[in-house]
């Protein structure tokens, strides 16, 4: 199969789904979300995203986008259908790295991306020139495209020769932020309380 990746791919398992219908631009910031992260947590956050108790952050096609105060202040989503796109191809490089041998859920996702495939064109159920008849047409000034697209999962155990020094910086780099996640101070019980008690429904006061 063809793969973007265009390393020495010794040692390295690969997946890929095809002709996905789903937003590209929500495929791209999920597979910014795991790359090089250890494959458990790469699930966890996929998983996190999809029950949509954390949104992911968008690196790219951020315009016009709302911050969320999750991710600091930055901008960010919750991509459920994207996210579930690139899950699936997860377990899929998991299950063939089962079957050369290798434990796929203590391996290191090096490579995750999401390129487009085809574009067909979808045009109106009238368009300005049949408009009236009871005809579909294609004189409409505006139509939408469907876009498909694939998304590719590489993964390594990380001494791999394709595992260059700046992956494995930036593996590091990853695995520094889920220590930062673990030292987040947890809520305080009076605070929490406080929120409970201002959620509750206030009783009405009797008239005499």
Known sequence: ???????DRDGIVFAQRYNINASF??????????RYMKVRRALSVLENVISMERPILYKRYSKHMGA??????RKGAYPVKAAGEVRLALLNAIGNAKNNGLDGEDMVVIH????KTRIEKRY????SISWGRGMYGRGAINHSDIEYAKVEIGLAQ???????????????ERAKERVNEKKEPAPSPKKEKAKAVKAAP????VLA
């Open 25 to 34: 631009k929500d495929l791209v910031a999920a597979c910014d979300a795991i």
């Open 202 to 205: 206030q009783k009405a006061k």
């Open 1 to 7: 199969m063809k793969y973007s990746f265009n390393l």
């Open 158 to 172: 990380g001494h791999e020769k394709a595992v260059t020094d700046r992956m494995k910086y930036m593996i590091k």
């Open 68 to 73: 969320r105060h999750e991710l600091g202040g």
């Open 124 to 127: 109106p159920s009238k368009g």
């Open 112 to 115: 995750s991306s999401a390129n």
